[in-house]
């Protein structure tokens, strides 16, 4: 194919997106050299009225295309690509385990078996000790509290109580089955970390300057760098990178009234998780970010807050990958607070205050 239409003079090769069917033809055609175009289905919509063929798909996406009448779509390069793939499957690996665990919380419950009432993690050093104890055999709730290791010592008459069920041979069955899938998982999603590792060598300094961000860790780092790549110039500001992720409102408006929800549209859902747990970890902090996502659910929910936070770190990550000698610099959690008038701070103290009934007076320090 590659021959064929180098024969004919070819230069620009485009392309729709259909599920995974275009990946072939077009890692084979861009290895050929040839400047490969893959558009939204969504932006070459065949005009209504008109027959649709393949032959007149085909002389219509030319057409669009010559006339610069369609954006390609982002397709990061090889070396970017192999990184994906590795940390989307380890995504994928680590839902499985998520789904695997409470799959085994529901069996305890079904045994009438409350570890997870007692222990934050049933699946931590103390309680795997007490699943396998389970499993062998052990009944008496007494010798299976006496199992709890650090913290958990504290919870003794809790973790009886919680053992106090019926547990058969049945359930330790399933629960064995479970745990070993667990096991498994874990040792799936170690080997991916190793390999994450190793391929992220390349790219290790860019990963680094976006750990320093709140909320994002090594891992999450890797997981974006795999989403955006490290080449900004595709998105020529950081409205673009935010609109492309999805993470800014959607605009919907005629004769004056904006319309539907404000809603950011659905985008790259590997991105929007890792953004997502990246905002609510930020929100824990003593950062800038963290005070501004507290402020931000305080007024109007959490869920705008994680919207907000995201589209601000994404910012942050295209202004650091556009420019390789910047570094993230945090204003402080004190940068609202410094800035507001004296006056405001008041009125908005005795508000506070006068919410509840009270009834304010103020007199200057002496």
Not at 341 to 361: A, D, F, M, W
Request: positive net charge; proline residues 5%.
């Amino acid at each position: 194919m590659a021959g064929h239409l180098r024969c004919l003079g070819v230069t620009r090769v485009v392309m729709e997106a259909t599920s995974d069917y275009w990946k072939p033809v077009f890692y084979l055609l861009e290895a050929a050299g040839f400047e490969t175009w893959l558009v939204n289905a969504k932006d070459v919509k065949h005009l209504p009225g008109r027959p649709k063929t393949g032959k007149l798909d085909a002389a219509w996406l030319a057409k669009v295309a010559e006339r610069q009448m369609i954006r390609p779509s982002f397709v990061p390069p090889p070396g970017i690509r192999r990184l994906r793939d590795v940390t989307r499957y380890r995504a994928d690996l680590v839902a499985v385990r998520t789904a695997e665990k409470q799959r085994a919380e529901k069996l305890l419950e079904d045994a009438q078996i409350k570890l997870s009432v007692v222990a934050s993690d049933i699946f931590g050093v103390s309680g795997r000790q007490m699943l396998a104890a389970l499993i062998a055999g052990e009944r008496d709730p007494k010798v299976l509290a006496q199992m709890a290791r650090a913290a958990m010592r504290a919870k003794i008459t809790a973790l009886q109580e919680a053992f106090t069920g019926y547990f058969t041979g049945h359930h330790a069955f399933l629960l064995e089955k479970m745990l070993a899938r667990v096991d498994a998982l874990d040792a799936g999603i170690a080997a991916l970390d190793a390999k994450i590792e190793e391929m992220i060598a390349p790219f290790a300094a860019a990963a680094q300057r976006l750990d320093e961000i709140p909320g994002i860790n090594s891992a999450a780092a890797y997981a974006i760098l795999a989403e955006t790549g490290i080449d900004m110039d595709r998105f020529p500001t950081a409205g673009h990178l935010v609109s492309w992720a999805k993470f800014a409102p959607g605009v919907k408006e005629s004769a004056g009234k904006k319309k539907g929800k404000n809603a950011t549209g659905h985008g790259n859902s590997y991105l929007a998780r890792v953004l997502g747990n990246a905002a609510v970890s930020a929100g824990r902090t003593g950062t800038f970010p963290g005070e501004r996502y507290r402020r931000i659910a305080r007024r109007r929910g959490r869920k705008k807050a994680v919207v907000a936070i995201g589209r601000s770190i994404l910012v942050i990550i295209w202004h650091l990958l556009k420019n390789p000698e910047a570094r993230f610099t945090d204003l402080g959690s004190d940068f609202y607070a410094t800035r507001i008038n004296p006056e405001q701070r008041k009125r908005g103290h005795i508000r506070q205050l006068e919410s509840p009934g009270y009834k304010v007076t103020l007199e200057p320090a002496a």
